[in-house]
């Protein structure tokens, strides 16, 4: 049995969200120019650490390998064994590039347009519109785009997938981001393919947004926090679990539940 997570606003929360009476449980797990970003509180990080000594924990992200080792104490935990980071296009083995599946996204990748293409189908749909800030890319297999809500029109992410379609990518808005992938480069292809690869027998998946709800919907047991982008739209899919806690109480319940299943097994 695995349990697949999504890390931001799961199980590690924006510091700034927190409040300050409460940061004392829920210390800094992420410094970023000199300022915290990230918090996740200890209870949480001794049940990961529980799951990572039987190899069930298996950090699931959008974010680049760079960005996931900034998360010091969840890169720690996450090291020793898999974790999957880029929405699935990078699978770690011990922290390193297993390169088995690296063929397997080389493969989808090369069956679309390149970065390069589809930053530039992007811009030649938008050019200088003023809702649009900065576009990123990630490990070099997608991008993101950081978007100005209050500018941001209605239909924008719609329209974007219509121009990314004929590059053969697709687009999410997520917060303040609208990610533009490869067609098919999930987070859940990834992590079929781990649970194949180890012979897991159930997937156990947690998440909050658009980004994780293919997973969440394909999992054996799978949980969202009650404050997930995904409640809030009304988009959980069935049979998910909500949390009865939000922010850093929900990855405490998360994790304390998963830990429970995954004990059942291995006890």
Not at 10 to 34: D, F, K, N, S
Not at 134 to 160: H, M, N, Q, S
Not at 168 to 196: D, F, I, S
Request: glycine share 6%; net charge negative; proline share 4%.
């Amino acid at each position: 049995m695995i349990f697949a997570s999504d890390l931001d606003r799961t199980l590690i929360h924006p510091y700034r969200t927190l409040p300050e009476a409460r940061r004392g449980e829920a210390p800094v797990a992420e410094i970023y120019e000199g300022r915290p970003i990230t918090v996740c509180s200890t209870r949480t990080l001794a049940l990961l650490d529980e799951l990572a000594a039987v190899d069930a924990f298996v950090a699931v992200t959008t974010r680049s390998l760079h960005q996931l080792q900034r998360v010091a104490p969840i890169w720690e935990r996450a090291r020793r064994s898999w974790a999957i980071c880029a929405n699935g296009a990078t699978l770690l083995a011990h922290g390193e590039v297993d390169r088995e599946w690296k063929a397997v996204v080389d493969a989808l990748c090369a069956g679309c347009a390149g970065v390069a293409e589809a930053r530039a189908a992007l811009h030649a749909a938008f050019g200088d519109s003023d809702w649009l800030l900065r576009v990123r890319d990630c490990d070099e297999r997608f991008l993101y785009a950081i978007v100005d809500l209050e500018r941001l029109p209605a239909g924008a992410a719609a329209a974007a997938a219509e121009a990314m379609a004929p590059v053969g990518w697709e687009a999410v808005l997520h917060g303040r981001k609208l990610y533009l992938l490869p067609a098919g480069l999930t987070k859940l292809r990834c992590v079929e393919h781990l649970a194949e690869r180890v012979g897991a027998e159930r997937v156990l998946a947690a998440g909050d947004s658009l980004l994780d709800a293919e997973l969440l919907a394909a999992a054996d047991v799978a949980w969202c926090p009650r404050d997930a982008e995904l409640v809030a739209w009304d988009a959980v899919p069935d049979g998910v679990r909500v949390t009865a806690g939000e922010h850093i109480d929900a990855a405490e319940e998360i994790a304390r539940e998963a830990l429970a299943l995954v004990g059942v097994v291995h006890t």
